[in-house]
C-alpha cells in the first residue's frame, strides 16, 4: 500500500481495532497471571515472539544483522523492554486493569517532555501544554484515588514505572541510530533479550505455577500472537502508510478500552474519580499528538 498523507477508513478502523486489541490484552494478561508468575507469563511471551518473528522474517527475507554502531543502544532497548513488562505484568496482577491502563497509557506525556529538551523539532506548543497539564492531572487523579476495587501502591507505581520504560525505548528509537533500524528487527532485539532475562529472574517474584487452566495458556497464546507478535508488526505497518502524528493520535482510545473492558469483562469497580482520570489523560494524549492547523 503507498504511504497516504491523511487518514483513510481503512486506517481508521485499523487503527482502533489495534486500540482495542491492546485494551483487551491488558484484561488478558491479568487473567493469566491467575495461572502463572507474571514475569513468567512475560518472559514466555517474549520468547514465544522471538519463534513466530523468526518464521516471519525468514519469509520475509528480513536480514537478523544490526549495523554496528547500534548494538549498544539495541541491547539497551532490550533491558528497557524487559523491565517495562515486568513492571506491567506485575501492576496488572497487584492493581485494576482500570487504573494500571490509564497510568500506563500517559506514555505520550512522557516522550513528549523528554522530546521538548532533546530533540530540536519536538518543541512544546500550546496545545501540547494544555496536553501534558490534563493528562497529569490525570494521572495524579488517577494515584491519588485510593477507593473502589483493588488500590495498590505498588501497582499504581509500577504502571507509572512501565509508561516511563515505554517513553525511553520510544525516544531511543528517534534519538539514536536505531532509527535507522526496521522495526522488524528492533522488536526481534527486545523480545529476544528480554525473554530469557524475565524467566531468569522470574523465581524472584513468587511461585512460577499457580493455578493453571486452558483459558491461562490461551491467554498466553493470544498474548504472543495477538499482541507481541503479528499486533505490532501491524503497528509498524500502519506507521509506515499514514502519518505518525495521525496514527499517535490513536493512542487516547487504548486507555479508555481498557477501563471498560475492565468493567465489563472483570467486573472492576470503576470511581468517578478513574473516570476523570479516564478523561484527562485521554483528552490530553489527543492534544499532545493532534497535528497543528496550518494557517492558510
Known sequence: MDRKTQIDTFGALALTAFALNLAFNQVVIKVTNGGFNPVLAAG???LGAVVILTLWMKY??????FPRPTWGWAVLSGLLFTFEFTCLFIALDTTTVSRASVIFYSMPVWVT???NFMLPDERLTRAKIVGLALAMAGVAVALGA???GHVSWTGDLLALGAAVCWAAIALLVRAT??????????LMCQVAISGPILVLIAPLF???IRDVQMIHIAGLAFQIIAVASIGFLAWFWLMSVYPASTVASFSFLSPVFSVILGWLLLSEDVTLSVWAALILVALGIYLINRKPRVAH
Open 44 to 46: 514466555f511471551r517474549s
Open 60 to 65: 520475509r527475507g528480513v536480514s537478523f544483522s
Open 113 to 115: 517532555i523528554a522530546a
Open 146 to 148: 485510593r477507593s473502589g
Open 177 to 186: 541510530p536505531l532509527e535507522k533500524v526496521p522495526p522488524a528487527q528492533q
Open 206 to 208: 513468587g511461585p512460577l
